[in-house]
């Protein structure tokens, strides 16, 4: 089945402790992002990346690093998460490069807190 | 300002109306357009692309109007399984970034 996966999908931490949430893809796409989805201010682009070893920033980049050595992982990493990062985050993915012109599948989410 | 504005909502209407989601953007470079769907804290799924020709599938149409930097989301016959969230999508930056709009509540009730 072809699907986005998450891992964890709920994770409760606390402030300072490294962690990193998983993505994972099994559609051979080459675009990938992160999101994070809050209350009010809808879903804002973390991460994305075109290829392998190719990544950028989105719009709220602070706080997170992401790295692509593969073509099916795509791994978000808090390197000392904040209370402020508590949230909803998704990974998407599209067949091509972009965004722009294809659909974007999205995982289950996580739902992250951080005490 | 943000950069993809919709109206929150939530709209409350009976089965079998017919319903109007409107989002602008401020930035007139944006590349594509979406509208997508998402059920209660799960994960958006696309309901359609938006084109300036406009683009129909069943009871939903979609514009894009560059001039106005205005897209609309249009449902026809409403259902209860319509109940969700819409949420106006745009992609910037050559097609690499996506804004999504916070997104439109809608309950539709027998």
């Known amino acids: 089945e072809a699907q986005v996966t998450q891992n964890p999908r709920y994770l409760i931490t606390v402030t300072g402790k490294k962690l990193t949430v998983t993505c994972s893809q099994n559609m051979n796409h080459e675009y990938m992002s992160w999101y994070r989805q809050d209350p009010g201010l809808g879903l804002r682009q973390i991460y994305y990346s075109m290829n392998v070893e190719v990544t950028d920033k989105g719009d709220v980049p602070e706080g997170y690093k992401v790295s692509r050595k593969e073509k099916r992982n795509f791994p978000l990493i808090l390197e000392s998460p904040s209370p402020n990062q508590t949230s909803l985050y998704f990974c998407?993915?599209?067949?091509?490069?972009?965004?722009?012109?294809?659909?974007?599948?999205f995982g289950p989410g996580t739902r992250l807190t951080v005490l | 300002r943000k950069e993809v504005e919709q109206d929150p909502g939530p709209f409350n209407v009976p089965e079998g109306a017919t319903v109007a989601f409107n989002c602008t953007y401020s930035?007139?470079?944006?590349?594509?357009f979406f509208w997508y769907r998402q059920d209660c804290r799960k994960e958006p799924k696309l309901l359609m692309s938006?084109?300036?020709s406009g683009n129909e599938d069943g009871r939903f149409t979609a514009q894009l109007n560059r001039a106005s930097q205005y897209i609309s989301l249009l449902i026809r016959d409403s259902k209860l399984s319509d109940s969700a969230t819409y949420l106006c999508v745009v992609t910037n930056t050559g097609g690499f970034k996506t804004i999504f709009g916070a997104g439109t509540r809608l309950f539709v009730k027998a």
């Open positions: 930035n007139s470079a944006s590349q594509s």
């Open positions: 938006v084109y300036s």
């Open positions: 998407a993915s599209t067949p091509g490069g972009k965004s722009s012109t294809d659909t974007q599948y």
